[in-house]
């Protein structure tokens, strides 16, 4: 029998008066029947209801209350195998390595929460769904025997492996059981000797379950696309192949999303943003579509790409090279002199790119042949739209990205920082007002998008954010509780030039919540935009993709037939892209830390100008021009230093030697481990610390 919504109610009311105490089903049912005089069989319909919602966990014969006080349900993340966390950060909760109880990072678990030292703390009871069924890692000979080493530091068991391997072979081990403190598993493949080339990205996209290869009915359908765009596909789009359009990239860009043209009116310019238009080929729920949706995103590593899309399509008749007739979707906006959209439209289209041109092409040139004027225009128009934005409160933060030169087995050659310069910018601006505009486009439409969505920060870290810019000299005004994100744009102008600029921007950049997609326009708090989407990468995104399909089918189709399942499914697919994106902006760092200490690994007594990134209880983190990070460890120092982690500042307690943040120092390399992907340096220190003193660790 169907439980009424009261029904629910009430049982569910009378489940979380348990306060955490645990009973069977029967117990409950008999309970339920006396005080509430329901039936076995309602109570039954409501424990369902509770189960599919994550309020009710039954294990055995026994029901577990997820009240979030003494149970929860959630996933575990492994930081290293001495501990984890249970949940999102705001309310995670800690769980120590000893009480794991065989929980693998990423597993599904129920954890009983315990008051530890006035900390809330959990054990995991019972692991609900075991997420990772293999583990990396390498054998090593130790004397006689061969030691499996995970590739995490993040399993507090021992193993026990069954299989053949040989010593330095990077191998996937199948888990077959946890119990008693050990993994029990067996070599299922070998990828092959740990120091191979490739080998190192390989084992961080597996550890983050990253796909590298596409699922073979994807492959299949990508093989029956078109290398050309047919000519019966012109139907019903607005022809803008004589316009001169261009398309601006990095010069090693292969997929190519995005095309301009702009023209001059007497108020201000006509913008054309043109954009593959890849859900002509990619359509909903189709094979390729399935894996999209899965990949979420193409991979940008340092020495190759992870496309989201086959390569014919993402590099074929999806990009918009020159001098060929490509499918697009155009956003069309007619924007007056101060910067404001005051007309536009959103239609299906053919355009024929003129000419490729590349950041550096801009930037380095005056004059560019036929596209002279045009660009400058373009320019200029960006310049307006920058204003308007920095004007509402839109904040700019410095790049801290690294570029690389590397060789064909994917070694590092060198490394610079990555610096914008009036190209990007201008590609940026356009890109940002067209995604506002289609944003706002939808919303206006109730079109059941993903939007992109970045919510104000956490008010604590606001204070330590106000605090530690205190430190260095600037008070940030206004009401800490109602931040403006003109005020943090207004720190960030104030620190541009001086040395602490970087660092400032990289504290403000952790202070902020992370940029999510949600099916809810809740506004944009970092670009101070009320309405914001992806619209301008179909190729190497999915929201992107996602609108796009949504676009054909809602308003070009005008099909509604499917209108409530696709409110479900972008709410659902929100949520799976924004943790995938963490996922893959993990394994995009990690990458960038592997081939960093490579690249420094011969490097040893080489000397470098850098700055002070950051302070721990160990030592002192200083980044070189070329974006590398290393520590200096106070055990290599000449006084002992004492971190004051509030005012992110390291003094001597002999010499009185102060080091801060944003400080320039001099530093050499003194040694590279390219196990943990560390670089140790060793400092210049400033005059005062002539006395070496025994290094204390604090206590």
């Known amino acids: 029998m169907k439980h009424t919504d009261t029904q629910y109610e009430k049982v569910k009311q009378a489940l979380f008066k348990a306060n955490g105490t645990v009973y069977s089903v029967d117990t409950w049912i008999q309970n339920l029947n006396q005080t509430l005089g329901f039936s076995s069989s309602i109570c039954e319909s409501v424990f369902k209801t509770m189960k599919a919602h994550e309020e009710l966990v039954q294990i055995d014969d026994l029901l577990y209350v997820i009240d979030k006080t003494h149970f929860r349900l959630g996933t575990l993340r492994v930081v290293r195998e001495t501990f984890g966390f249970v949940g999102d950060k705001a309310d995670a909760i800690y769980i120590g390595g000893r009480n794991f109880n065989g929980a693998l990072d990423r597993d599904v678990v129920l954890v009983q929460c315990n008051q530890v030292n006035k900390q809330e703390e959990g054990d995991v009871i019972k692991v609900m769904e075991r997420k990772r069924s293999f583990i990396l890692g390498t054998f090593e000979k130790k004397g006689k025997t061969l030691l499996f080493k995970p590739y995490e530091n993040k399993f507090p068991y021992n193993f026990e492996i069954k299989g053949e391997a040989t010593p330095n072979q990077r191998v996937i081990i199948a888990v077959d059981r946890v119990k008693n403190g050990v993994v029990e598993g067996h070599v299922q493949s070998v990828l092959g000797l740990a120091d191979e080339p490739g080998i190192d990205v390989i084992s961080v996209l597996m550890v983050h379950d990253l796909e590298v290869a596409f699922n073979q009915d994807a492959l299949d359908q990508a093989a029956t696309m078109p290398d050309e765009v047919d000519p019966t596909s012109f139907e019903g789009r607005i022809d803008h192949r004589n316009q001169n359009v261009i398309t601006v990239d990095g010069e090693d860009a292969k997929d190519l999303d995005d095309a301009i043209y702009l023209e001059r009116k007497a108020d201000g310019y006509?913008?054309?943003?043109?954009?593959?238009?890849?859900?002509?080929?990619?359509?909903?729920?189709?094979?390729?579509?399935?894996?999209?949706?899965?990949?979420?995103?193409?991979?940008y590593l340092v020495d190759r790409v992870v496309p989201m899309l086959p390569k014919n399509l993402s590099n074929g008749v999806c990009s918009l090279h020159p001098n060929v007739d490509r499918l697009t979707l155009t956003c069309m906006m007619d924007i007056d002199s101060k910067g404001v959209v005051d007309n536009y439209a959103v239609y299906p289209s053919i355009i024929q790119s003129k000419?490729?041109?590349?950041?550096?092409?801009?930037?380095?040139?005056?004059?560019?042949?036929?596209?002279?004027?045009?660009i400058h225009d373009m320019l200029h128009c960006a310049q307006i739209l920058h204003y308007t934005r920095n004007q509402?409160?839109?904040?700019?933060?410095?790049?801290?990205?690294?570029?690389?030169?590397?060789?064909?087995?994917?070694?590092?050659?060198?490394?610079?920082?990555?610096?914008?310069?009036?190209?990007?910018?201008?590609?940026?601006?356009?890109?940002?007002?067209?995604?506002?505009?289609?944003?706002?486009?939808?919303?206006?439409?109730?079109?059941?998008?993903?939007?992109?969505?970045?919510?104000?920060?956490?008010?604590?870290?606001?204070?330590?954010?106000?605090?530690?810019?205190r430190t260095l000299g600037y008070r940030m005004k206004g009401s800490l509780d109602k931040i403006h994100p003109k005020t943090l744009q207004k720190a960030m102008d104030y620190f541009k030039d001086r040395p602490e600029g970087p660092v400032v921007s990289r504290l403000m950049i952790r202070s902020m919540s992370k940029a999510r997609y949600d099916q809810?326009?809740?506004?944009?708090?970092?670009?101070?935009?009320?309405?914001?989407?992806?619209?301008?990468?179909?190729?190497?995104?999915?929201?992107d993709l996602w609108l796009h399909q949504?676009?054909?089918?809602?308003?070009?189709?005008?099909?509604?037939?499917?209108?409530?399942?696709?409110?479900?499914?972008?709410?659902?697919?929100?949520?799976?892209?924004?943790?995938?994106?963490?996922?893959?902006?993990?394994?995009?760092?990690?990458?960038?830390?592997?081939?960093?200490?490579?690249?420094?690994?011969?490097?040893?007594?080489?000397?470098?100008?850098?700055?002070?990134?950051?302070?721990?209880?160990?030592?002192?983190?200083?980044?070189?021009?070329?974006?590398?990070?290393?520590?200096?460890?106070?055990?290599?120092?000449?006084?002992?230093?004492?971190?004051?982690?509030?005012?992110?500042?390291?003094?001597g307690t002999h010499t009185n030697v102060t080091y801060v943040l944003g400080q320039k120092v001099n530093v050499k390399v003194e040694s590279v481990d390219l196990q943990e992907h560390e670089v140790e340096f060793f400092m210049k220190e400033k005059r005062g610390a002539k006395k070496r003193v025994k290094y204390r660790k604090k206590s």
Not at 276 to 299: C, F, G, M, Q, W
Not at 521 to 529: D, S
Not at 627 to 647: I, L, N
Request: charged content about 30%.
């Open 520 to 543: 809810e326009p809740i506004g944009h708090f970092g670009l101070a935009l009320e309405d914001y989407a992806h619209f301008t990468s179909p190729i190497r995104r999915y929201p």
């Open 270 to 299: 006509r913008l054309y943003v043109h954009i593959a238009d890849v859900s002509h080929y990619v359509t909903p729920k189709s094979p390729l579509d399935v894996n999209a949706s899965e990949r979420t995103s193409s991979i």
């Open 355 to 374: 000419r490729r041109m590349s950041y550096n092409e801009i930037n380095q040139n005056d004059t560019w042949g036929n596209e002279t004027d045009m």
């Open 392 to 469: 509402a409160g839109s904040i700019d933060f410095e790049s801290d990205e690294a570029k690389y030169v590397v060789d064909h087995e994917g070694n590092v050659l060198d490394i610079y920082r990555r610096t914008q310069g009036e190209a990007e910018a201008m590609i940026e601006a356009f890109m940002v007002c067209a995604n506002e505009t289609v944003a706002r486009h939808c919303k206006y439409l109730e079109i059941p998008i993903m939007y992109r969505v970045h919510e104000k920060p956490d008010l604590e870290k606001v204070k330590g954010l106000s605090h530690t810019l």
């Open 550 to 651: 949504c676009l054909r089918k809602y308003v070009f189709n005008h099909d509604f037939s499917h209108f409530n399942d696709d409110v479900q499914m972008a709410q659902d697919c929100a949520a799976h892209v924004s943790s995938k994106e963490r996922d893959i902006m993990e394994a995009e760092r990690d990458v960038e830390k592997i081939k960093k200490a490579q690249y420094m690994k011969d490097k040893k007594g080489e000397a470098y100008e850098g700055f002070i990134s950051g302070f721990s209880n160990y030592g002192i983190f200083v980044e070189l021009e070329n974006t590398v990070e290393g520590v200096v460890p106070f055990r290599s120092m000449r006084d002992h230093m004492v971190v004051d982690m509030a005012s992110q500042k390291a003094i």
